[in-house]
């Protein structure tokens, strides 16, 4: 891999990443994740109660939502009370990906809310968003301990997410929209910190691949995310200590 992309970076190069964490003054976390030219607000909240098929159980939820605000992308997206298939596919990501790491169990019958509100749109903006939201979710914990909101065990491990694809011909890690848009081949792929796969999403947008292919993106992909786990954990590195002895 020794061919540069047009912002420069090497095929397997994450784009820059920026956590800021506390940035909603009534949020119990929230953060405000930057990949590269991607801006994500996330912001977790707490309700003392469940889904129906939850009551009684004494086990808790954890439910996601996403959208993107008007000026996100270049064309305003208009504001809608009803979210588009896209958004609801990767709310229920979003959810999927987090509840598999917390201890519902521990958590009594509370539902925490994570809120992805895409600020700027650069490709990538699943992944930011769960990346953002693990982070939002850690303070967010901790802050239930404090209360005495939840027991431990709470957490599993930590996660991390990130895209690659095959963009005329080549293997790239982190896709930005301008290689987003034309990928032939396109992965979002979800990982914890021993390397197991959380999900994998991934469809031939252009042409058929290849099994040696998949295992190369996805090989691109695991060391992409052991990278921003990194990042996480030298973020959230006392709050994880809380949460789970790491």
């Not at 977790?44 to 605000?69: I, N, Q, S």
């Not at 270049?74 to 990906?97: A, D, K, L, T």
């Not at 930590?158 to 290689?179: H, Q, R, T």
Request: aromatic letters at 4%; a neutral charge; proline letters at 3%.
């Amino acid at each position: 891999m020794n061919m540069s992309r047009k912002d420069g970076r090497m095929p397997d190069e994450l784009r820059p990443m920026k956590i800021t964490r506390n940035v909603s003054k009534y949020a119990i976390g929230s953060s405000l994740i930057e990949m590269g030219e991607t801006r994500v607000l996330c912001c977790v909240t707490v309700e003392d109660k469940v889904p129906p098929f939850l009551k009684g159980t004494g086990t808790g939820w954890l439910t996601a939502e996403y959208g993107m605000l008007p000026a996100a992308t270049p064309e305003r997206n208009p504001r809608s009370n009803s979210q588009s298939g896209r958004s609801q596919e990767i709310r229920r990501m979003i959810g999927r990906v987090l509840r598999s790491v917390v201890n519902l169990r521990n958590l009594g019958e509370r539902t925490i809310l994570v809120d992805c509100d895409v600020l700027q749109a650069d490709g990538g903006t699943r992944t930011a968003s769960i990346n953002g939201s693990f982070c939002a979710l850690i303070d967010g914990l901790v802050l239930m301990k404090r209360r005495n909101q939840l027991r431990l065990p709470i957490l599993r491990d930590c996660i991390g997410a990130v895209s690659v694809g095959i963009v005329s011909g080549n293997k790239y890690l982190d896709l930005n929209y301008s290689e987003d848009s034309i990928a032939e081949v396109d992965f979002n792929v979800v990982m914890n910190s021993k390397g197991e796969f959380v999900e994998i999403q991934g469809a031939a947008e252009g042409r058929f691949f290849t099994r040696s292919e998949l295992d190369e993106l996805i090989e691109i992909a695991r060391k992409g995310i052991s990278q921003i786990i990194q990042v996480e954990k030298e973020t959230l590195k006392d709050e994880l200590q809380i949460l789970s002895g790491y």
